[in-house]
């Protein structure tokens, strides 16, 4: 029965899709891994495409099931998976509820500006509601700074759950993710890839 991580982020443009992907391919290289794209976007979906012309790339099963079709699918990536990680729309629609629903994490990517901030209140009532576990993280975001640290502030005093990792903005993943890999794939010895190992660190604390 696969663990579900869902990625989730009311505002566009904060790096869910690019998180999701980075997650999957890392996690691939020990786990059965299937990815759920339901974004409208489809920019999962076309990542996977690239992935599968990569000779070497691990495999990743991908499903774009969405409407009345996504329960089902849901149920049926569950039996056969280790993690189902779920790239979901960036507004509260029902697919949106479903896949915060059937979440055992929601992932919130929070980039440290305050549109991002506004947005991610609106997903974590969400997950409030759903009973679902959630935490916000750090993407795209520079390494100090007074925007951040103002940001990181607010969550703080609003009693918001946020992972100790973070995720800089490094142009090595996005030159990984245009290749359909990961950066673990393309630079494991970078910081790029040393920060995504530490959130999923810290993910795999929260799991078990």
Avoid: C, Y
């Avoid at 189902?84 to 994490?105: F, G, H, K, M, Y």
């Avoid at 640290?149 to 993943?173: D, M, Q, S």
């Amino acid at each position: 029965m696969a663990v579900i991580i869902t990625v989730a982020q009311q505002k566009g443009g904060a790096g869910k899709t690019t998180l999701a992907a980075n997650l999957a391919a890392a996690l691939a290289a020990e786990r059965r891994v299937a990815v759920l794209d339901i974004d409208p976007q489809r920019s999962l979906a076309r990542w996977h495409a690239l992935r599968a012309a990569q000779s070497g790339a691990v495999p990743l099963a991908l499903s774009d099931a969405a409407g009345w079709r996504l329960a089902g699918e849901l149920d049926r990536l569950r039996q056969g998976h280790d993690i189902l990680l779920i790239d979901s729309p960036p507004q509260i629609a029902t697919e949106s509820r479903i896949a915060v629903r059937a979440a055992d994490l929601v992932l919130v990517p929070l980039q440290p500006s305050p549109p991002d901030l506004w947005a991610a209140e609106g997903t974590l009532a969400l997950a409030a509601a759903e009973r679902r576990p959630a935490r916000l993280l750090f993407n795209r975001a520079p390494a100090a700074g007074r925007l951040r640290a103002e940001v990181a502030a607010e969550v703080a005093r609003r009693g918001w759950p946020l992972l100790a990792a973070a995720l800089g903005n490094r142009a090595a993943i996005a030159a990984a993710f245009a290749r359909g890999l990961g950066i673990t794939e393309t630079a494991p010895k970078s910081v790029a890839a040393a920060e995504l190992r530490a959130v999923l660190a810290e993910v795999g604390r929260l799991l078990r």
